[in-house]
């Protein structure tokens, strides 16, 4: 069991702490528990329990009514209502709370329920980032397993392979060629994928190449394939210095090819680099190469 603060909650879940005292007084939802010190502290169960609550409450619930449901219940309601709305905070809420649960069917409806309504784009840019965003914040807090970073990272990786394996390229009569992988450590992929996706929606070619890939086995790319840009990530697993090597050598090995960087190595250097390489913030920076 993961444990959270109330500072924690309160961020979470959007109840601010005095109302969160208040809820515990008159209706007991949830009570704390409580450290030897006596500090007070939230479980995985409470979590849900509380964002559950937030949403239904944001969405006209009175918290008298919510008091008098069973926990199955409140999570039914807030379920339905995920489906229901288009809400991108209700969406992100849900997951949350489906992801804490390791309720792979209900995250599945949720995730499908956007992707209806609103497409894969705009469900990455307003729902899954976010969320990401904040389970990486609960993951390298230490207030949350791992397991739940997996769990997660899991069904949205199927999302995303099965939008890719749908979709019908047409390309465009100026067609670039795009190689797109994650050098050796790195095995974060679902910004790579998604920049794949976007790529092949905008009718160019890209080379899919992975996560995991050591750069000697790129050698042999440039003269079959010859791209006009390389896109890759790097967000663990390396220094700094380390990191700036490989672009380094990048930038040499493709010195015609424009070399697109992103994640947390990159992106917070105001270091300089080669002239043929260009930091990745957003995917609208990638829709500009296009």
Known sequence: ????????????????????????????????????????????DDLRLLLNIAMLNQH???ISRISKLSQEEI??????????????????QSLVSCMLDLDEASFDKVLSSCLLQQGLERTMMEVVFPFMSMVGVLWQSGTLDLAYEHFMSSMLR???????????????EDARNFLLFLPEGENHEL????????????????????????????????????P?????????????AVAEGIIQELSVKFPTAQILLTGKYFLESEKPYPSNVQLVRTPDDLKRCF
């Not at 999570?75 to 992100?92: C, E, K």
């Open 158 to 172: 199927q999302k995303l392979i099965v939008a890719i394996d749908g979709q019908t390229v047409r390309l465009r």
């Open 1 to 44: 069991m993961s444990q959270f603060s109330i500072k924690d909650i309160e961020q979470l879940t959007g109840i601010k702490a005095h109302t969160l005292r208040i809820w515990e007084q008159r209706y007991s939802l949830p009570l704390p528990k409580r450290t030897p010190t006596n500090i007070r502290y939230y479980d995985d």
């Open 75 to 92: 999570g039914r309601l807030a379920i339905d209502l995920s489906l229901q709305t288009q809400n991108q905070s209700v969406h992100i």
């Open 60 to 62: 006209g619930h009175k």
């Open 191 to 226: 910004g790579l994928l998604f920049a794949n996706y976007l790529v092949r929606a905008a009718g160019h070619r890209a080379l899919y190449l992975g996560q995991n890939l050591p750069l000697v086995n790129l050698e042999q790319i440039d003269s079959r394939f010859s």
């Open 228 to 240: 006009d840009f390389i896109f890759t990530s790097m967000t663990t697993g390396y220094s700094r």
